[in-house]
């Protein structure tokens, strides 16, 4: 079955996408040339910035994330979704004091159509903060969480090692976490 794309970007950035569901690294390279072509046809394509920040995640390559990702928020500066990466990479760079600043202010800033990030951003302000030493303030985030998606499965495995006071081993769990996210996290389609 052919799929119609409204636009070349559109079709660019949805190629993009299903590569980086792959996660392999020659079609992640792939996947990066496909979204720097959606960005020449479109520089100012906060959706592309926020892919391209993906895609070099995936790659593990968090500097150029992280400027991906802060094109994204030049554009948008209140997008929790952009909030949401710019938090996730910096927390990967160890960054932490940073990364809570970001996921804090996309927790205010979200709009109705982004409710689908609320668990993904708990969940990061549970790791950060278990990566800060914070533990008190862990368990407090995790509960709070779950107050607002209790059915997340997510965060009662984050507050199960929290409970027991042992350490989550945040920076590990946070890049794998975001690794996996890459497939769920696609602009809202998640």
Sequence with gaps: MRVHYDSELERL????????????????????TTVNQALQLSPDSVEGWLLKCQVASAAGDDLAALAA??????????????????????GDLCRHREA?????CALRVLTDDEQW???????????????LGLHDAAVAACSAGLDHCPGSA????????????????A????????????????????
Excluded at 13 to 32: C, H, S, T, Y
Excluded at 117 to 130: A, G, M, P, R, S
Excluded at 171 to 190: N, P, Q, T
């Design 13 to 32: 950035l949805e190629q993009a996408r299903e590569m980086l569901g792959a996660g392999d690294d020659a079609v992640l390279a792939d996947a990066n």
């Design 69 to 90: 990702v802060e094109m994204a928020l030049r554009r948008e500066p209140e997008r929790g979704e952009a909030l949401y990466w710019h938090g996730a990479v910096l």
């Design 100 to 104: 809570l600043r970001s996921i804090e």
């Design 117 to 131: 990030l609320v668990e993904d951003l708990f969940y990061e302000k549970v790791t950060i903060l278990d990566a």
């Design 154 to 169: 997510l965060l009662r495995a984050a507050l199960g090692p929290l409970s027991s006071e042992t350490d989550l081993g």
């Design 171 to 190: 920076d590990k769990i946070h890049r794998e976490r975001v690794r996996s996210s890459l497939k769920v996290l696609r602009g809202g389609a998640g």
